[in-house]
């Protein structure tokens, strides 16, 4: 079978780029590893920001529905002290340009506006290959093939379209997070849920943070942070629960127990979560035929970008598309021209060391208007 145009991935970025193809009358398939959109989890809370993500969602035009799925009062924030003392706090007004959401439900928006069949589920790309004039072959797990005249690999940061434009590979920033829940935290735990607050906080010491959202109904998301080398989680095996959770509440030992809670009274199993990125200013060379967007163009250390970018990324792409028919050439040369250098300036920002500096340093500098 052969396609006009083919996406690899239907997270975020693809899905927005699908979407402003379709308003643009350009035929389009997404092919998604996941067997269907409700194999997993989604993540958790998102913070839509006024000058890329929103601008995105505009172009696919589904600003209504992306008011629709707000969750108000979440653009609070606070940065407490280890010992839980509040160092700086921020309510949320209405007028912070970065109303949070659930990607669940952001994704779900994107989805419903593409036509039925557009993506297809339970395609794992698993090889890829040119076959001249800009055409490329994608196999998948399933046993089936694809040829397209534009590949695009929204795929994340294992990408399996990179390699046609780019020998660069993800590397372990020196950092990971365990993430966590706590369900109906204010009825069963009023202390954690009161240093939480009614939007995001962050506690912070050297190497180590906690972060946490209040997401939709009265669920607590924590991400632990922890900078340490990969081979130091080696002995942490998330399977038993009990003892993960512990060793992990270690490294936590002496702050606030409203703070800890976040750990060790956590529903369900940790999840660990190394953080890898891509090189600082990740470009390549044109290549007929083939593109990158989000992650799998300039994965980074976690700022508060990377979804914003990878939907900006799709509505960019789709839009140069609509403005140069017939040459696909010159809309991909127009969109890398405009992608790299953004990419680079959003990843900038990060405190002295980059990849390898502190996570809630960073973040403390994005809560407080320090960052973008």
Same mark, same amino acid.
């Given at each position: ?133 800009? %055409?490329?072959?994608?196999? $998948? ?6 040829? =397209?005249? !534009?590949?695009?690999? +929204? /795929? &994340? @940061? ?88 512990? %060793?992990?509440?270690?490294? $936590? ?6 703070? =800890?809670? !976040?750990?060790?009274? +956590? /529903? &369900? @199993? ?103």
């Amino acid at each position: 079978m052969r396609t006009p145009v083919t996406i690899i991935g239907a997270g975020l970025g693809g899905l927005t780029l699908a979407r402003v193809l379709h308003l643009h009358g350009i035929p389009v398939t997404v092919h998604e590893a996941e067997p269907s959109p409700s194999a997993r989890s989604q993540g958790g809370m998102l913070d839509i920001h006024d000058y890329n993500g929103q601008l995105a969602l505009r172009a696919a035009g589904l600003t209504e529905e992306f008011h629709a799925i707000i969750l108000e009062g979440r653009q609070a924030m606070r940065v407490l002290d280890p010992d839980g003392s509040v160092l700086f706090e921020t309510a949320d007004d209405g007028t912070g340009g970065r109303p949070e959401v659930q990607r669940g439900d952001l994704r779900r928006i994107l989805l419903d506006s593409l036509p039925a069949g557009t993506v297809r589920w339970g395609r794992k790309a698993t090889a890829v290959r040119p076959l001249g004039g800009g %055409r490329h072959e994608v196999a $998948f797990a399933d046993g089936g093939s694809v040829v =397209t005249d !534009l590949l695009v690999g +929204a /795929d &994340g @940061a294992w990408s399996r379209v990179r390699p046609l434009l780019s020998a660069a590979r993800p590397e372990y920033t020196g950092r990971s997070i365990v993430e966590t829940y706590l369900f109906d935290a204010r009825t069963r735990y009023p202390a954690t849920a009161r240093a939480v607050g009614g939007g995001s906080m962050i506690a912070s010491s050297p190497g180590r943070e906690i972060f946490a959202h209040r997401e939709s109904g009265d669920t607590l998301h924590a991400y632990v942070g922890i900078s340490e080398p990969l081979d130091w989680f080696a002995d942490i095996d998330v399977t038993d629960t009990a003892a993960a959770t512990a %060793r992990i509440a270690r490294e $936590f030992t002496g702050w606030a127990p409203e703070l =800890t809670a !976040l750990i060790t009274e +956590a /529903d &369900g @199993a940790p999840v660990l979560r190394h953080l890898y990125a891509l090189p600082a200013g990740h470009r390549w060379e044109r290549v007929p035929g083939v593109t990158l967007l989000g992650d799998a163009a300039h994965l980074s250390p976690p700022n508060g970008e990377g979804a914003n970018l990878a939907m900006l990324d799709g509505a960019e792409l789709g839009g140069a598309l609509a403005a140069h028919p017939g040459d696909v050439e010159a809309a991909l040369s127009a969109y890398e021209q405009a992608m790299f250098p953004r990419s680079a300036e959003a990843a900038a920002w990060l405190p002295e060391g980059g990849a390898g500096g502190d996570v809630g340093q960073a973040l403390i500098e994005l809560i407080s208007g320090h960052g973008r």
